[in-house]
């Protein structure tokens, strides 16, 4: 199995520029979550997916941040219009159910300029 | 109070040494428990779950004190490829999963 992909690797972009990160999840795995890390704040959760459906978006900052998960294959985090303090590693994590291991992918690096 | 807490250290302990991290939860109806190890610019990446009965996995000890609301880890003779940041999580009664902020570990040689 390839693992959790995610995508882009790096993103540089400006403030005001809309944002999009990409995640597919390990095939089979029923839940999904969405992480962001920073040096002063760890690792905070942002949202998770059980069955494509959101069940918890308590952790997303504002509403410039929203994240879908159309199939089970596919998510996406959007932040519109992205700002300076968005800057951070943004993590997709999946799991067989979500009181499992998770396996995490390796990371967006997001710069925000 | 914090809902996960660990202590960010650094620990620098030497080669063979013997370290023991802490984790303590404030959520009394927490029901699932792991330790991630995280290396610098990379992600997170299972170390062991943490079972009521405790569990072992060669150097690794991993135990839950329900009463006291905490978990450890105990690494045995350290090597200098332990040295990363320990993360413990902690799964709520909602199922909401929370990470604590990491443990620093430097095994010198």
């Known amino acids: 199995d390839a693992g959790v992909i995610q995508s882009p690797r790096h993103e540089v972009t400006e403030m005001g520029q809309e944002v999009t990160l990409r995640c597919k999840p390990i095939s089979g795995h029923n839940s999904l979550f969405w992480y962001r890390q920073t040096m002063m704040r760890g690792l905070e959760l942002l949202i998770y997916?059980?069955?494509?459906?959101?069940?918890?978006d308590s952790g997303m900052p504002e509403d410039r941040f929203s994240a879908k998960m159309p199939n089970a294959s596919f998510s996406t985090l959007k932040i519109q219009p992205s700002e300076p303090r968005d800057s951070a590693v943004y993590f997709c994590?999946?799991?067989?159910?979500?009181?499992?291991?998770?396996?995490f992918g390796p990371g967006t690096r997001l710069t925000v300029l | 109070r914090k809902e996960v807490e660990q202590d960010p250290g650094p620990f620098n302990v030497p080669e063979g040494a013997t370290v023991a991290f802490n984790c303590t939860y404030s959520n009394s109806a927490s029901q699932s428990f792991f330790w991630y190890r995280q290396d610098c610019r990379k992600e997170p990446k299972l170390l062991m779950s943490?079972?009521?009965s405790g569990n072992e996995d060669g150097r690794f000890t991993a135990q839950l004190n329900r009463a006291s609301q905490y978990i450890s880890l105990l690494i045995r003779d350290s090597k200098l490829s332990d040295s990363a940041t320990y993360l413990c999580?902690?799964?709520?009664?909602?199922?909401?999963?929370?990470f604590g902020t990491g443990t620093k570990l430097q095994v010198i040689p």
């Open positions: 994590a999946s799991s067989l159910h979500d009181y499992n291991e998770q396996f």
């Open positions: 943490v079972y009521s």
């Open positions: 999580v902690v799964t709520g009664g909602y199922q909401k999963v929370t």
């Open positions: 997916f059980n069955n494509n459906v959101p069940i918890d």
